[in-house]
């Protein structure tokens, strides 16, 4: 797919824009639905790249609308049966989102992230080296980075303001935040999910390190998942043929871009820089893996 081919942003006239995120732009519909765009666009960094990644929107929703199937015995989702033609008028508009916006339900989302972590990895290699903890969770001495916990962990943050970092919280916060027969049922939900989900995509090569859930509440105060689920861009894939405990993994996500700002001067803080095109190609190209690899019969 040509760079021309991707969206940057969307534009829907004919709704009322909520916000636009790192990746995702929301719409109003009416009092009870939204329409979610799942742009292009890639963050690293917590900064937004100049540059998008064509194709990426597409896979994201794809991968995720697999995902909240799956898991749909274990928790309700965020997916309506009205479709974007049911809600968008203008064929021009229309064209655009195929295969990238969902109309979803209106819910209010937990002010938390559900962190799940299977493997030492990231932050939590970190702050294991520094503390012999995962966010305040005791773990046995001599564990080496990328190796499998002893037991799935849930790590919760709090979600941030737009352009701040989010922030590890205790199960005790999250108790303080929402109450403690919600926290837990986030909680053991998010383990249940992360644990199937790892497991299918074991049997196909890929190993789910940690990923991050969003949940929001409707009315009657009923939870579901909203957002996205198990993506490469809320998880870490690795492929089992480049698995190593002691390293950092190869990844099928955004690693790529990350390695290429690595070699950069440039200080972290928006704006980002530009892409090559050999980085952009490349970084699209591990996303259809990604996908074709969890989805395919």
């Not at 390293?247 to 955004?254: I, M, Q």
Request: net charge negative; glycine share 6%.
């Amino acid at each position: 797919m040509n760079i021309t081919d991707a969206l940057f942003e969307s534009t829907i006239p004919e709704l009322p824009l909520i916000g636009r995120g790192k990746v995702r732009d929301i719409y109003s519909v009416d009092e009870n639905h939204l329409l979610i765009v799942t742009t292009d666009r890639l963050s690293a960094y917590d900064v937004v790249m100049p540059d998008p990644v064509p194709g990426k929107g597409a896979v994201l929703t794809e991968i995720s609308l697999f995902w909240f199937r799956m898991m749909s015995d274990i928790i309700e989702n965020q997916l309506t049966d009205l479709t974007v033609a049911d809600v968008v008028k203008d064929p021009d508009a229309r064209e655009m989102l195929a295969g990238r916006a969902l109309v979803v339900k209106r819910l209010k989302p937990l002010p938390i992230e559900a962190v799940v972590r299977g493997y030492l990895i990231g932050s939590g290699w970190k702050d294991y080296q520094e503390t012999g903890q995962v966010c305040g969770i005791d773990l046995p001495d001599g564990l080496q980075q990328a190796e499998k916990l002893p037991r799935t962990l849930f790590t919760p943050a709090y979600k941030a303001e737009a352009g701040a970092h989010d922030e590890n919280i205790s199960f005790e916060k999250v108790v303080e935040l929402i109450g403690e027969k919600l926290a837990a049922r986030v909680r053991d939900i998010s383990i249940e999910i992360y644990e199937r989900a790892a497991t299918y995509a074991l049997e196909r090569g890929i190993i789910i390190a940690d990923t991050k859930f969003e949940f929001g509440l409707d009315e009657q105060g009923r939870l579901f998942i909203i957002d996205e689920a198990l993506t490469p861009d809320s998880s870490r894939f690795w492929p089992v043929d480049g698995y190593e405990i002691g390293t950092s993994p190869p990844s099928y996500d955004k690693q790529f871009v990350r390695d290429y700002l690595e070699t950069l001067d440039w200080d972290k803080t928006a704006p980002g820089p530009e892409l090559p095109a050999e980085i952009i190609e490349r970084t699209a190209d591990k996303y259809h893996e990604a996908l074709t690899k969890m989805t395919s019969t």
